[in-house]
């Protein structure tokens, strides 16, 4: 359990950083780990909204069903999986260890070693939490468990071999080789840009022996329906301009904004076109360092002053 909170909380850092510049920013409503839970619910009355309005830095938390929401499920499904994976690796848990099933037929010249990391255990341990509840028979459930395995697969997706040379004089007579996981950022990364190309669907329902069952289909039939590794939602998203506890957006007012770019996270398109102020800030920073030999660096400490401008 330490290594699934642990796996949330690297998935939500990452969607901060991803978003950082945009109008949502992936900021959580109450900084817990509950982020499977009525964080994402649409409709729900936020309790104590001021206060936390007012205790958190100005961000917006997803509707249900917007490509948000679906970005949130996939990033901290693989967040649980990254994590647990390599805390198996690393000996950390009792319960796993390395990977020990891919030992095919080495190629010339290097063999299989170290620990490879057992991803396929870490999905497991992702699938078991994150969709414990999404057992409903409606298309919530439908998109959140999709939007889940698209996370985990790019997990498995981006395994790759990682090798270390042996022999004399650092001659690379021999490699030995094992599967590792990438860095949690390409994880983001490519998110990221299955977030940019989400595909939106419909909701359809029809009758089975246990009642009625809600599905979702692509909802244009001339584009290339989604596959297991897409991002799919079925409702649009809030323009995140404006507080409202309906949405669940905290709005962009007082957001630090970027006055030279003409991008999303300029201060036009950030402060949705109701100004910015600018104020300075004074900085200590260290400055005039200097390499003594043998090890060490000294510096002086500066002051320095910056703009800083906030939407209105």
């Known amino acids: 359990m330490p290594s699934v909170a642990e796996g949330v909380k690297l998935g939500i850092q990452e969607c901060q950083h991803q978003f950082r510049g945009r109008r949502w920013n992936c900021t959580t409503i109450d900084d817990s ?28 938390t997803p509707p249900a069903a917007t490509r948000e929401s679906a970005f949130v499920h996939a990033i901290a499904s693989a967040g649980v999986a990254f994590a647990v994976t390599r805390s ?18 080495p190629g010339e ?7 490879s990391e057992d991803a396929d255990f870490g999905v497991l341990v992702s699938r078991e939490f994150a969709d414990a509840r999404e057992n409903r028979p409606d298309a919530r459930s439908a998109m959140n468990k999709h939007n889940n395995e698209a996370g985990r697969t790019t997990i498995l997706d981006h395994m790759h071999l990682k090798c270390k040379c042996h022999g004399l004089s650092g001659s690379c007579e021999v490699k030995t080789c094992w599967w590792a996981q990438p860095d949690f950022r390409a ?29 979702l289909r692509a909802k244009y039939a001339l584009f290339k329906p989604p596959t297991e590794r897409d991002l799919v939602y079925y409702e649009n998203s809030p323009n995140f301009c404006e507080p409202n506890p309906e949405t669940g957006s905290f709005g962009t007012r007082d957001r630090t ?24 800030e004074k900085r200590k920073e260290k400055c005039h360092c200097i390499f003594h030999w043998c090890c060490y660096v000294s510096c002086q400490e500066c002051i320095r002053i910056y703009d800083v401008h906030t939407c209105k």
């Open 257 to 280: 904004c970027n006055v030279t770019s003409h991008g999303i996270d300029g201060c036009d398109l950030l402060c949705c076109g109701r100004g910015h102020n600018t104020r300075t």
């Open 109 to 115: 010249g290097w063999k299989w070693g170290g620990c």
């Open 33 to 60: 780990l509950a982020i499977f839970g009525p964080v994402l619910d649409k409709g729900r009355k936020l309790r104590n909204w001021t206060k936390r309005r007012q205790a958190r830095e100005q961000g917006s």
């Open 187 to 215: 994880i983001g990364d490519f998110l990221k840009d299955k977030y940019d190309s989400a595909s939106e669907m419909v909701v359809e329902k029809h009758r089975e022996s246990r009642g009625w069952v809600e599905t």
């Open 88 to 105: 198996c690796a690393e000996g950390t848990s009792t319960i796993c260890g390395c990977d020990s099933h891919h030992k095919g037929p």
